[in-house]
């Protein structure tokens, strides 16, 4: 068997590269050939982890087909989030810690998910399984995503194993964990330069519901200013995807990550379905998300929950 | 959280048996309330295995909703090989070393599973991962669930792993690997006793392909002339189930233990199928399989490979 290309979802943010440059080095430690790729751009917090620990962005692909037979999936196995040629390649292990849903295969494979706060700390105990020494900078990225997925350990996919893990991974990479969490959190809230288009579909994840089209974006932010601020073209741009993709509801979060708290916009014809979801009224295609961080625990779960009852 | 019920596939075998019980166990080690119960009647080869190491059956149970909450798949991950109200429980943990198929989730969950010849393989690696000891009876139950499986490590499903674990195993057992494998096979291929029905579901598991329904079953024995005396019996009751369940395909396998080599029957409208998918032609409904003992690596990869090309 040849080589393997490891990678994570599209729209990646930093457990999405980092796991999947781990999980590369992982391999080739036990004598697999493989290389991470990415299926889009850093986000400026991604940027600002691989930069800090000196590491190469890795490479973008849109296909991987033409290049290999097998592939290894990190941080995500639904299809729709995947790379489009996904058909074509077989999965021949996944790690990550998400539901599972619309993924088959026709023949056995390496999965390993748990219901913890990032891919990377699911990551971290196959190496501590397999006695596996973790490089500086590798830790530096597996803890950078562990902030990130947790907003620096305070999200309610957070648990007790992810805490002793990145005071861990911190020891490793040499940072002090809280002034560190603090500069790479704060490095992905800046959207001043960023098009509606980048701040909607930076971090966005598709998902289908009662085979109807959803997506969900979600943008890091220090106070809600910036956005309201921008709030009618944000809402153009959205109601221009939902036309030209047929999405269902497209819910744009957005998360202040020092407050722990979030504001939704909302467009597409199911709109009222993120009222029921949340128990919270629409106001001007707003909504307010009181303690909601986590998308995965907190958003999808309710939504879905919302589409299936209809 | 409540008590959790563990099982395996329906129809179960040696490896849905034990697997199960021995995840009981480890979880009850890990601080959970769990109990170990099947979804069928024990064959002869698992009575032996229960009997020999004075371990009691599972109970059987044909829904658990109606008693708990959360539940733990072993050996299995396909709902139409699982607990008919699988759908109104909450699947928190999967251990399995089959294809992942139609295996939906709304939420993130515990998923292990690996490419090799059993799920008490991967079981006994999870036990050896937080140090869990492995009790005489549990370790005898999960040799035999391996022995099962691999046909005393001759499938090709068979990895180095499992070799070294049946090994592990046997010694924790005290038992002599071959001697007691000879005599845990053989002990499954007494069909005299048994009925059509018997013989032809014992085993047998439901398969979507392409969207059609397949069945296929599969019966250790030791030569063919007990299946050849009965095969119009054998036939005519496998026609009736298809019939009555609307089967495309229903293939039923008889797999030499000593030989390792297999001759199938086959009913249904897309009986041709079978001839593609092995590349043998059909006499009398009859097929020679050289060599096949692995449902999941030799029957339903080419089987797929025919119904989807079709």
Redesign the interface.
């Known amino acids: 068997m040849g080589k393997k290309l490891v990678f994570g979802h599209k729209n990646p943010d930093t457990d999405a590269l980092s796991a999947a440059v781990a999980m590369a080095y992982y391999l080739e430690r036990i004598g697999e050939e493989a290389e991470a790729v990415a299926l889009g751009k850093a986000n400026d917090e991604s940027k600002f982890a691989f930069d800090y620990f000196k590491v190469s962005l890795p490479r973008i692909v849109s296909s991987v087909a033409d290049e290999v037979e097998e592939v290894v999936l990190v941080d995500h196995n639904e299809p729709i989030q995947s790379v489009d040629d996904l058909d074509q390649v077989t999965v021949?292990q996944v790690v990550d810690?998400?539901?599972?849903?619309?993924?088959?295969?026709?023949?056995?494979?390496?999965?390993?998910?748990?219901?913890i706060g990032s891919t990377s700390s699911v990551l971290y105990k196959m190496f501590q399984?397999k006695d596996i020494d973790i490089p500086q900078a590798i830790a530096g990225l597996m803890l950078s995503a562990i902030i990130s997925d947790t907003l620096l350990l305070k999200s309610p996919t957070c648990t007790k194993e992810d805490i002793d893990i990145a005071n861990e991974l911190a020891k490793i990479a040499e940072v002090n964990l809280n002034e560190y969490g603090l500069e790479l959190l704060k490095a992905g809230t800046n959207i001043a330069s960023q098009s509606e288009d980048q701040i909607l579909n930076g971090d966005a994840k598709n998902f289908e519901m009662d085979d109807q089209k959803i997506r969900v974006g979600q943008v890091n932010i220090i106070g809600f200013d910036e956005i309201l601020d921008r709030k009618a073209a944000l809402l153009a741009e959205m109601e221009k995807a939902v036309a030209q993709d047929d999405l269902s509801l497209f819910l744009f979060v957005a998360t202040d990550v020092l407050d722990s708290n979030s504001i939704g916009l909302v467009a597409g014809n199911k709109a009222s379905l993120a009222e029921k979801a949340f128990k919270q009224s629409l106001k001007e295609q707003q909504i307010d998300l009181p303690g909601v961080v986590s998308r995965?625990?907190q958003i999808i779960?309710p939504l879905?929950?919302a589409f299936t009852e209809e």
Chains 1, 2 share one sequence.
């Open positions: 021949i810690h998400h539901r599972i849903f619309g993924f088959n295969t026709g023949q056995p494979l390496y999965y390993r998910a748990e219901p399984e995965k625990k779960p879905t929950e």
